[in-house]
């Protein structure tokens, strides 16, 4: 509403100094200064009278990647990732995933950092983080979930997390899931 505003002030102001210098309404600068402020009020007009949709930012969730990529049988697979990465940017979330460093060996029998496991997952790879070797995902896991107020996706209970991380024991904190008769089912809180 500010800009149209805005515009309308500096378009009206300029029609009447164009008006002050030449004296005539149906001078060209005099003429295009008046258009822009009737467009300008239309603009204004517009603003207040067509509502707008609230724009909510999409809800966040670390999701536990060497977790769930357990969750539809023996073998990791990336194919589950995929199908919790689609659900759940389809309900409404921009979920991040953090992998073990070994990640990449149990899924294409080869180390994989963040860029190619965000591509095959379809995410940004600032929103993909693999975890160097020797360093535990679960406490970056649960670092960026409280840094971004968000919940976590795993059947980790993250009991040996709960003293530095309290808000594990939270209800809502830790969403669970995984396949029912081969259907993939979320705990999401939505």
């Not at 030449?22 to 239309?42: H, K, T, Y």
């Not at 609230?54 to 809800?59: D, G, H, S, Y």
């Not at 968000?150 to 209800?171: G, H, I, K």
């Amino acid at each position: 509403m500010r800009v149209p505003f805005a515009l309308f002030l500096m378009s009206f102001a300029a029609a009447m100094f164009s008006y002050g210098l030449i004296g005539m309404v149906e001078s060209a600068p005099v003429l295009v200064a008046l258009l822009s402020a009737f467009a300008a009020l239309i603009l204004m007009l517009r603003a207040r009278v067509v509502p707008q949709a609230p724009r909510t930012a999409p809800r966040s969730i670390v999701i536990d990647g060497s977790n769930i990529m357990h969750w539809n049988g023996e073998t990791p697979q990336l194919a589950t990732l995929q199908e919790v990465v689609r659900s759940l940017t389809d309900l409404g979330y921009q979920p991040g995933v953090v992998f073990d460093a070994n990640a990449g060996y149990k899924l294409a029998g080869r180390y994989m950092d963040d860029r190619p496991l965000a591509r095959a997952l379809g995410l940004p790879a600032d929103r993909v983080l693999v975890v160097p070797k020797g360093s535990p995902a679960d406490p970056v896991i649960l670092k960026a979930a409280r840094e971004l107020g968000a919940a976590v996706l795993s059947n980790d209970r993250f009991r040996d997390w709960a003293d530095e991380f309290p808000e594990v024991a939270q209800p809502g904190h830790l969403r669970r899931g995984g396949y029912r008769n081969g259907v993939l089912w979320l705990e999401t809180g939505a």
